[in-house]
């Protein structure tokens, strides 16, 4: 007799499933179904990072420090600082949950991108926040507190420009005498006028920082003609400042002097920087004139019986210097206002920050079409396996039954040929 051959070929396995068809079927659309949203729910939130990529429109020097308008510089990692952070949550009730200290277990950073060109802009360099999505109840809540994060520049800029009012009007305060005072709002229009210059304000602003000029002209012509103080203080203040003002006076003259018996050789060749020269000239002039200023003011009660007393100077000054005090306090308030109606409108209607494509992306995880085919992969396989085993089993089984029942028929025919 010949001995069978035994053994499972794949197509033999193949036809062991297809008995199993349905089986199989029904487990790979529900394991396709529930894998899918086990991932999409369960795993992608665990492993999902919100992120934004964004350009703010301050200068960026070659150590990549960010200089603010008022010329301070700030390293771009302040931005996620803890104290940065504590600020923006406590600056919004939605925030109040948000764990500002858990916020680095979640993965929280930013870096700073910049292009290879050698003459990198502003728009050269983008700035990327990445966080943990599970650092937030939900995705707008997470928009929010990115955004604000991103903002800090612009909001850090615009409380900088609505402080220089308060600003200008305590210094301006601090000025004894309507001679500094004057001074004082002179110099703040100059600084004014180049911020508004390097912003390109609208020729509204710039015209009136020149109708600020003229006026300024008029004030400084009103009071080196009548020469008149507040109180004795500021006289007594300008007695003691011509001293000073007299030792700077001879040091930059004498500077000047030098620069001018240099300046050249006997080929008439320039050896000193014309720039130097103009410099100190126009310093000595400006010393010659606050001096001769301030004599003026001094010389006034030379012919006042009593001198400089603080009855003669109320006598002979006290409302007319009041009434012009008041003039310069009204174009303190001019000052302010271009601070207030030009800059801090600027500022707070021109956005330093620009978002390339949507402000806050989703990633990490998987996507839609990998965790549906790796799920599909997945039921496929389990399908296969659990359609061939049940197969085999009910093979198996029918087999036992089968060689029960001929088992049986054998010993059965035994027992009756043994009869006969």
């Given at each position: 007799m010949e001995e069978e051959k035994e053994g499972t070929t794949f197509g033999d396995?193949?036809?062991?499933?297809?008995?199993?068809?349905?089986?199989?079927?029904?487990?790979?659309?529900?394991?396709?179904?529930?894998?899918?949203?086990?991932?999409n729910y369960v795993y992608n939130p665990s492993k999902a990072v919100y992120s934004s990529t964004f350009t703010i429109n301050?200068?960026?020097?070659?150590?990549?420090?960010?200089?603010y308008p008022d010329g301070t510089k700030h390293n771009y990692r302040d931005l996620i600082s803890?104290?940065?952070?504590t600020a923006i949550k406590e600056s919004d009730e939605a925030f109040k949950d948000i764990d500002v200290n858990g916020l680095a277990r979640y993965g929280l950073s930013i870096t700073q991108n910049k292009s290879d060109t050698t003459n990198t802009t502003v728009q050269d360099v983008t700035?990327?926040?990445?966080?943990?999505?599970?650092?937030?109840?939900?995705?707008?809540?997470?928009?929010?507190?990115?955004?604000?994060?991103?903002?800090?520049?612009?909001?850090?800029?615009?409380?900088?420009?609505?402080?220089?009012?308060?600003?200008?009007?305590?210094?301006?305060?601090?000025?004894?005498?309507?001679e500094q005072k004057l001074e004082y709002l002179k110099g703040q229009l100059?600084?004014?006028?180049?911020?508004?210059?390097?912003?390109?304000?609208?020729?509204?602003?710039?015209?009136?920082?020149?109708?600020?000029?003229?006026?300024?002209?008029?004030?400084?012509?009103?009071?080196?003609?009548?020469?008149?103080?507040?109180?004795?203080?500021a006289l007594q203040n300008y007695i003691y400042a011509i001293d000073g003002l007299n030792d700077e006076l001879e040091v930059a003259q004498a500077a000047l002097n030098n620069l001018l018996s240099t300046s050249g050789n006997a080929t008439g060749t320039i050896v000193v920087n014309g720039s130097e020269i103009a410099q100190y000239s126009e310093k000595v002039t400006k010393l010659n004139q606050q001096i001769t200023a301030y004599n003026n003011y001094i010389k006034k009660y030379e012919t006042v019986e009593g001198g400089l007393t603080e009855a003669n100077v109320a006598a002979n000054d006290g409302e007319a210097s009041k009434a012009f005090t008041a003039k310069l306090n009204a174009v303190l308030g001019e000052i302010k206002n271009l601070t207030d109606n030009f800059e801090s409108d600027y500022y707070a209607n021109t956005s330093l920050v620009s978002y390339e494509g949507a402000q806050v992306s989703v990633g990490g995880g998987m996507g839609l079409l990998t965790l549906i085919a790796l799920s599909l992969i997945v039921g496929?396989?389990?399908?296969?396996?659990?359609?061939?085993?049940?197969?085999k089993c009910k093979t198996s089984k029918v087999n036992k039954n089968d060689n029960g029942n001929q088992e049986g028929a054998q010993a059965k025919a035994a027992a009756t040929s043994d009869e006969k």
């Amino acid at each position: 007799m010949e001995e069978e051959k035994e053994g499972t070929t794949f197509g033999d396995i193949f036809r062991l499933i297809f008995t199993q068809k349905w089986l199989a079927l029904i487990i790979a659309v529900v394991i396709t179904l529930v894998g899918s949203l086990l991932i999409n729910y369960v795993y992608n939130p665990s492993k999902a990072v919100y992120s934004s990529t964004f350009t703010i429109n301050v200068e960026v020097g070659n150590d990549g420090l960010l200089t603010y308008p008022d010329g301070t510089k700030h390293n771009y990692r302040d931005l996620i600082s803890k104290n940065n952070l504590t600020a923006i949550k406590e600056s919004d009730e939605a925030f109040k949950d948000i764990d500002v200290n858990g916020l680095a277990r979640y993965g929280l950073s930013i870096t700073q991108n910049k292009s290879d060109t050698t003459n990198t802009t502003v728009q050269d360099v983008t700035y990327t926040i990445s966080i943990g999505a599970k650092a937030f109840k939900s995705y707008n809540l997470a928009v929010e507190f990115i955004n604000a994060i991103a903002e800090t520049p612009s909001r850090e800029i615009l409380t900088w420009v609505k402080g220089l009012s308060g600003e200008a009007e305590q210094s301006f305060n601090e000025k004894i005498g309507n001679e500094q005072k004057l001074e004082y709002l002179k110099g703040q229009l100059e600084t004014i006028e180049k911020r508004f210059e390097e912003l390109s304000l609208p020729s509204t602003a710039m015209a009136r920082v020149e109708t600020l000029k003229g006026v300024f002209t008029t004030l400084t012509g009103e009071l080196h003609t009548a020469w008149y103080e507040p109180d004795i203080l500021a006289l007594q203040n300008y007695i003691y400042a011509i001293d000073g003002l007299n030792d700077e006076l001879e040091v930059a003259q004498a500077a000047l002097n030098n620069l001018l018996s240099t300046s050249g050789n006997a080929t008439g060749t320039i050896v000193v920087n014309g720039s130097e020269i103009a410099q100190y000239s126009e310093k000595v002039t400006k010393l010659n004139q606050q001096i001769t200023a301030y004599n003026n003011y001094i010389k006034k009660y030379e012919t006042v019986e009593g001198g400089l007393t603080e009855a003669n100077v109320a006598a002979n000054d006290g409302e007319a210097s009041k009434a012009f005090t008041a003039k310069l306090n009204a174009v303190l308030g001019e000052i302010k206002n271009l601070t207030d109606n030009f800059e801090s409108d600027y500022y707070a209607n021109t956005s330093l920050v620009s978002y390339e494509g949507a402000q806050v992306s989703v990633g990490g995880g998987m996507g839609l079409l990998t965790l549906i085919a790796l799920s599909l992969i997945v039921g496929i396989i389990v399908a296969l396996v659990v359609a061939y085993i049940v197969a085999k089993c009910k093979t198996s089984k029918v087999n036992k039954n089968d060689n029960g029942n001929q088992e049986g028929a054998q010993a059965k025919a035994a027992a009756t040929s043994d009869e006969k």
